[in-house]
């Protein structure tokens, strides 16, 4: 009976489907992006793609952890006030630099409210799972997802095969 529950989960949450699919069209957006990203910054295909999955997984963890993340963040904070300071300069200039320089605010922003909305829908069908479970639950999701949008074809190559054909 806990695998058809399991199997359902899709249908009685359907925000997890919703999850799978953001991350597909993210995985198509960043396989499309990747050329000029690459010789824009001079780094290698794999060491993007590394990149593109460790700011996917820092997003995972923040969403679907929130209240260990920053309980844990709270009470470095509350040793002193010279930590606080440290925290706050370190995470405001980090994360500044890091989601205005390279122009990923957009993506980040969308895949941690789709992650927010699944782990609600979660919440409304009362499927509470152990947050280490959630987190590997989720990261399957996205990975699947990100995955399988690498593996469709770029959108503008069929419109032009099209147009040759009609032609």
């Known amino acids: 009976m806990p695998i058809v529950r399991l199997l359902s989960l899709p249908v009685r ?4 489907t919703v999850l799978f699919f953001v991350a597909v069209l993210l995985g198509n957006h960043w396989q499309i992006v990747q050329p000029t990203f690459t010789s824009l910054y001079g780094v290698s295909a ?6 593109v999955l460790l700011q996917t997984q820092v997003v995972v963890v ?25 925290v706050t300069l370190l995470v405001v200039i ?14 980040v922003l969308i895949l941690a409210s789709t992650l927010l ?3 609600l829908d ?8 152990a947050a280490g479970i959630c987190l590997v639950l989720m990261s399957l999701i996205v990975i699947a997802g990100i995955v399988a949008g690498t593996l469709l074809p770029h959108p503008s190559i069929s419109l032009s095969a ?3 054909i009609a032609a």
Do not use: H
Not at 13 to 16: E, I, N, T
Not at 66 to 82: I, K, N
């Open 13 to 16: 949450a359907p925000l997890l």
């Open 46 to 51: 794999v060491w993007f793609w590394c990149f």
């Open 62 to 86: 923040f969403c679907t952890m929130p209240d260990l993340l920053l309980r844990q963040v709270s009470l470095l904070m509350a040793s002193s006030r010279v930590m606080t300071l440290v």
């Open 94 to 107: 980090t994360g500044g630099i890091y989601l205005l320089k390279l122009n990923v605010l957009t993506d």
């Open 117 to 119: 909305l699944a782990r």
């Open 122 to 129: 979660l919440i409304r069908i009362g499927v509470l799972p």
């Open 162 to 164: 099209e147009g040759l």
